[in-house]
C-alpha cells in the first residue's frame, strides 16, 4: 500500500529531495516551493502547529533552510513561528477574514486590469482548459485539486501584468486565507461555488477592462466572501 505523502510534500515526492542539488539556495528554494504549494492546496490546518525539525525531517533537509523559509513566510503573516520551534497558520478571526477580503478585492481585480493587454487568445484557450478541470472538481467535490487549480487560474491572469508591487502583495493573501478557504470548502463543498472564471475568460477575449474587473471582484465575492463570513458567523454563533 502506498505511503501517504505528508501536509508539505505537495511538491516533489520525499525521496526526490536527495536528487535535487544539495547548494544552499537550491534546498531553499525546494523547502520554499514545498510549504508555499502546502499553504496554498490547504494542507496546513490552522491552529495546528508542527515543528521546524518534524518538517525538515518530512522533506528530507537540515532544519537551516526550513527555518529561513518559515520565517520569511511568518514575516508575510502566513505562519505563526513561535520561540519553542512550533510553527502554525494563525487562527482566522472575522476582522482578520474581512481585512483580507477587502484588501483582494482592492487589488486582485486591478492587477487583471494591468494584466489584460499582455493576454492573447492563446492564453484565453489555456485558461478555458484550466476552468474545464476546475469544473471537473466542483462536481466530484476534490477540494484539494480544487485549490490549486484556482490558484492556477488567477496567477495565470496576475502573471502576466508582470507587476512587481501588487503581485508579491496578493501572493501573500492568497497565503493567509487559503488553509483557511480549505477547511470551509471540506465542510461545506465544492458544489455550491459559482463559477465566474467563464466571465473573465470572455471579457479577455473581448478585452474587456471592465468586465474583466467585474469578474474577478465577483469571484472573490462568491467564493471567499459568502462562504467564508458564513462558517465564521457559525463558529461565533457556536
Known sequence: MPQRRSALQSGPAKGAAA????SRGATR?????????????GRFIPGKSVTIRGLAAELGVSPMPVREVLQRLGAENALEVKSNGRVQVPDMTPDRFDEILKARLLLEP???????????????????????DIDRCLVSGDAEAYMRLNHAFHFRIYRASLSRVLLPLIDSLWL???????????RVGTGILKDRHKEAIRAIE????????????????DGMGILGREILSRESAG
Open 19 to 22: 536528487s535535487l542539488p544539495s
Open 29 to 41: 528554494h525546494q523547502v520554499d516551493v514545498a510549504v508555499r504549494s502546502g499553504l496554498l492546496t
Open 110 to 132: 486591478e492587477l487583471a486590469e494591468l494584466a489584460l493587454p499582455h493576454l492573447t487568445g492563446r492564453d484565453a484557450r489555456d485558461l478555458e482548459a484550466i476552468d474545464d
Open 176 to 186: 493567509q486565507f487559503a488553509p483557511f478557504m480549505r477547511t470551509v470548502y471540506g
Open 206 to 221: 473581448l478585452q474587456d477592462r471592465v468586465g474583466l474587473h467585474a469578474a474577478i471582484a465577483a469571484d472573490i465575492s
